[in-house]
C-alpha cells in the first residue's frame, strides 16, 4: 500500500501565499508522476499541476504564473508553492501519486486533502 499525507493548508488573504507538501510512504517501488487537484465545493474536482519524475511539468492555465509544482524524489515528497492566491483558489487540495509497488502492482493513491481557504 502507498499513503500519501498532505500538509500546508489553511486560511491567507488574498494576494498571499502557501506551500502544500505531500509525503509518501509505504511499499512503492517507484513513484511515476505526482500531481495536485482541488475540488471547491459544489464543483467537480479539476487537474492543478503535475510533475513527472524527471521534473516535467504542466500547470492548469488559472494557475500559471503563481503556482509552481516541485518535487524530492529522495523524500518522495511533492510540493505546491502557491503565491498571488485569489478568492477562487479556495478549494480542498489532494495530492495524487502513480506509483509502482515492490509486488509490480500499479497504485493510483490519494492523498487525503487540505483545505486551503483564500479571504477577500
Known amino acids: 500500500q502507498v499513503q500519501l499525507v498532505e500538509s500546508g493548508g489553511g486560511l491567507v488573504q488574498a494576494g498571499g501565499s502557501l506551500r502544500l507538501s505531500c509525503a509518501a510512504s509505504?511499499?512503492?517501488?517507484?513513484?511515476?508522476?505526482m500531481a495536485w487537484y482541488r475540488q471547491a465545493p459544489g464543483q467537480e474536482r479539476e487537474l492543478v499541476a503535475t510533475i513527472t519524475r524527471r521534473g516535467r511539468t504542466k500547470l492548469a492555465d488559472s494557475v500559471k504564473g503563481r503556482f509552481t509544482i516541485s518535487r524530492d524524489n529522495a523524500k518522495n515528497t511533492v510540493y505546491l508553492q502557491m503565491n498571488s492566491l485569489e478568492p477562487e483558489d479556495t478549494a480542498v487540495y489532494y495530492c495524487?501519486?502513480?506509483?509502482?509497488?515492490?509486488?509490480?502492482?500499479?497504485?493510483?493513491?490519494w492523498g487525503q486533502g487540505t483545505q486551503v481557504t483564500v479571504s477577500s
Open positions: 495524487n501519486a502513480d506509483t509502482i509497488t515492490v509486488g509490480g502492482g500499479r497504485i493510483i493513491a
Open positions: 509505504g511499499s512503492a517501488l517507484a513513484i511515476n508522476d
